[in-house]
């Protein structure tokens, strides 16, 4: 039982977070006997228990799109999706009992995926076939262990064990599954958890103009200004959007309760213990449906900021003052827009990146800038009655939405699917906190 291996745990194990999974799904290796360990508490035995069952979940749905009846199981996927008039993917798979909630999601955004980076010259291919191709992006590896141990470490349920036994190595637990100090604790030493994209993550975006076209602001508001360039100083931005699972573990460091709760994403929710659950199968998807105060209450919380509409548009744009991340031509294929079903994991798309290496700039989700329409920073937080710039497209919009000259705004309360956000630090910040790169 993967449930042993788990009570097993031992030190050799824990190489990060990515060691966390292994044991709970690495069935083929006889187990080793387990020293003796004090009863567990009813809160880590259905910890446990749940991640087992998450487990065998996705072992289940391994076999079923990678064995000998995969051409069946995709056939059904492709079915249920017919028989629901196009309606979402996932939740008619799950409703029909083909996947579970873990893989579902998943496969829906690669094969959304596969299907827009498809050649429209080439002849079209069915929905089966797009499937086929995105189960080979879900489950990579050759088995089922090894998928989740590298691929899956964003459910909730995995981080929670992260977390408890972080707990347990505050509370004196020993590294060898000793716990002289924590009788409560569970037996096995903590991994080091992946709370925040790592700080490596960020890229200089160094000084230099901005190139403003004389019809910036083709949304709204327009500021009415004439083509303009000004010195942009240096700075550091995220490589990628912020992630669901990013947020998640911030939220659940989120000391202030009542900020917890005002904060939470749209169809996140809080569980008995006041901690948040994100829905699984999205931690690594950019986190969206939340107010500008949860965005900047993220950044500060890691020394960070979000960036300015200027700060923005001169990674996007790089130093010839392109329209698109890539170029002055619209490609298709290049970013996720234009009536998806819903965004991809952050940073996955190839063709969405920056001249200096910042991804889905041009797509994915829209993201939040500290500037108010009339051009002006924001400091702190804005009133709640008044509106913040949103700048990029995503995968609602149309393309012409997703130029670099295209803005828009949203309420500073007001939350949407399609926004999110990214951070930013100055560069003299950045470089003291981290070093130079």
């Known amino acids: 039982m993967a449930v042993r291996r788990i009570a097993a745990w031992g030190t050799a194990a824990l190489a990060g ?15 080793p006997a387990p020293a003796p360990a004090p009863a567990e508490s009813d809160e880590v035995r259905a910890l446990r228990t749940e991640m087992e069952e998450t487990f065998q979940r996705v072992e289940r749905d391994f076999l079923a799109l990678t ?55 080439a002849a079209p291919r069915s929905y089966a076939e797009t499937l086929a191709d995105a189960v080979r992006l879900v489950f990579p590896e050759a088995t089922a262990a090894d998928n989740w141990d590298r691929h899956f470490l964003d459910l909730d349920v995995v981080r929670r064990w992260a ?23 569970p037996t096995v030493p903590p991994p080091v958890p992946d709370a925040v994209p790592d700080p490596a993550e960020m890229v200089l975006v160094p000084k230099g103009d901005l190139a403003v076209p004389e019809n910036r602001g083709r949304g709204w508001p327009n500021l009415d200004q004439k083509a303009d360039r000004r010195q942009v100083r240096a700075f550091y931005l995220d490589r990628t959007e912020v992630s669901c699972g990013a947020y998640a ?16 994403p749209s169809g996140w929710r809080i569980d008995e213990k006041g901690a948040p659950v994100l829905p699984d199968g999205t931690g690594t998807l950019p986190v969206t449906g939340l107010p500008y105060e949860g965005a900047a209450a993220f950044a500060a919380a890691h020394g960070k900021r979000l960036p300015t509409e200027d700060e923005w548009e001169r990674a996007a744009r790089g130093n010839d003052g392109w329209r698109f991340p890539w170029g002055n031509e619209w490609v298709d294929g290049n970013a996720v827009v234009g009536g ?12 969405d990146a920056s001249p200096f290496g910042v991804r889905d700039l041009c797509g994915n989700v829209s993201e939040l800038c500290a500037t108010l329409p009339d051009g002006k920073p924001i400091k702190g937080n804005p009133r709640a009655d008044a509106q913040v710039v ?8 149309p393309p012409e939405e997703a130029a670099n000259d295209w803005r828009y705004v949203i309420g500073a309360t007001a939350r949407s699917e399609t926004v999110g956000f990214r951070c930013a630090m ?4 950045y470089e003291k906190r981290f070093g130079k790169k």
């Open 17 to 31: 977070l990515a060691a966390l999974a292994g044991p709970v799904a690495a069935r083929e290796e006889p187990p």
């Open 67 to 121: 064995g000998p009846k995969a051409r069946e199981t995709i056939a059904a996927l492709a079915k249920a999706v017919a028989d629901t008039a196009g309606g979402p993917a996932p939740e008619a798979w799950i409703g029909a009992g083909l996947l579970g909630p873990e893989v579902a999601p998943r496969l829906h955004a690669r094969q959304s995926e596969v299907a827009a980076k498809a050649d429209p010259a």
């Open 163 to 185: 977390r408890l036994l972080a707990a347990a190595k505050g509370a004196g637990a020993d590294p060898d599954g000793a716990r002289p100090d924590a009788p409560d604790a």
């Open 249 to 264: 573990e911030f939220l659940r460091e989120l000391k202030d309760a009542k900020l917890r709760e005002r904060i939470l």
């Open 340 to 351: 998806g079903a819903g965004p991809l994991p952050v940073g996955t798309t190839d063709g």
């Open 390 to 397: 949103r700048r990029g497209g995503n995968f609602h919009d």
């Open 426 to 429: 100055d560069e003299k910040d």
